[in-house]
């Protein structure tokens, strides 16, 4: 079975623009989360979807959105970019039923300079 | 709110044993255990869930303790391929919170020969 899947692996962007990071998650995963990851602070959860539905909400501003599509995969968008948002974000899919693992992608490198 | 993990880092020879603990201030239904070799993906490696048995992962081992809100991870007679950052999830008992696993800041083990 093919892993999880993001794209794209790096990003470098300038102040004050906008990304979009993809994530296609495990065949047969209907839950994608998002994570920031930046040292020293852990993975930070952003949102997670289900059923293109987005259940859980994590305590970032509203310039972080994303979406779920039919076919399960998620897509991730930040705007007006701040030096702050430097990271990896990573996205897991899993089961969503019985408190199944999450499955983690590589993740996207996303330098703002 | 983030769970507390303990001790912030670990160096140890191979062959000896290492305990990481995880702490929540917040009624927990399941702990998962994930490990994180430099420049890859959180790998998952336990979930232990309330009411449930000590489960094990070849010679790691994890409980969890309801009424502290607490768990352990013990790795014995630890190999060089155990190094990595360890994060534990927590998910609290609310059934709408299920899916939003909130990770500690990690804990560094480091193996060497």
């Known amino acids: 079975k093919a892993g999880v899947t993001q794209t794209p692996r790096y990003l470098i962007k300038t102040r004050g623009q906008q990304v979009t990071l993809s994530c296609s998650p495990i065949?047969?995963?209907?839950?994608v989360s998002w994570y920031q990851q930046t040292p020293g602070q852990g993975l930070q959860f952003l949102f997670e979807y289900f059923s293109e539905t987005q259940r859980n909400k994590g305590n970032f501003p509203g310039r972080f959105s994303g979406r779920q599509f039919s076919n399960s995969r998620s897509e991730m968008n930040v705007s007006t970019l701040e030096l702050g948002d430097s990271a990896l974000y990573l996205c897991?899919?899993?089961?969503?039923?019985?408190?199944?693992?999450?499955?983690f992608g590589n993740g996207t490198r996303l330098t703002v300079t | 709110q983030q769970p507390v993990q303990s001790p912030q880092a670990v160096i140890l020879r191979e062959g000896e044993d290492a305990v990481i603990n995880c702490s929540s201030s917040k009624a927990l239904y399941s702990v998962h255990w994930y490990r994180q070799k430099h420049g890859e993906a959180p790998v998952f490696l336990m979930i232990?869930?309330?009411?449930?048995e000590q489960m094990r992962h070849e010679k790691i081992s994890a409980s969890f303790n309801e009424k502290k809100q607490q768990s352990s991870l013990y790795l014995t007679a630890s190999q060089l391929s155990y190094s990595g950052t360890y994060f534990c999830?927590?998910?609290?008992?609310?059934?709408?919170?299920?899916?939003?696993?909130?990770f500690g800041k990690g804990t560094l083990l480091t193996v060497n020969p």
């Open positions: 065949s047969g995963h209907r839950s």
């Open positions: 897991a899919s899993s089961l969503a039923t019985g408190y199944s693992p999450l499955h």
């Open positions: 232990l869930l309330k009411g449930g």
């Open positions: 999830g927590t998910a609290g008992s609310s059934g709408g919170s299920n899916y939003k696993l909130t």
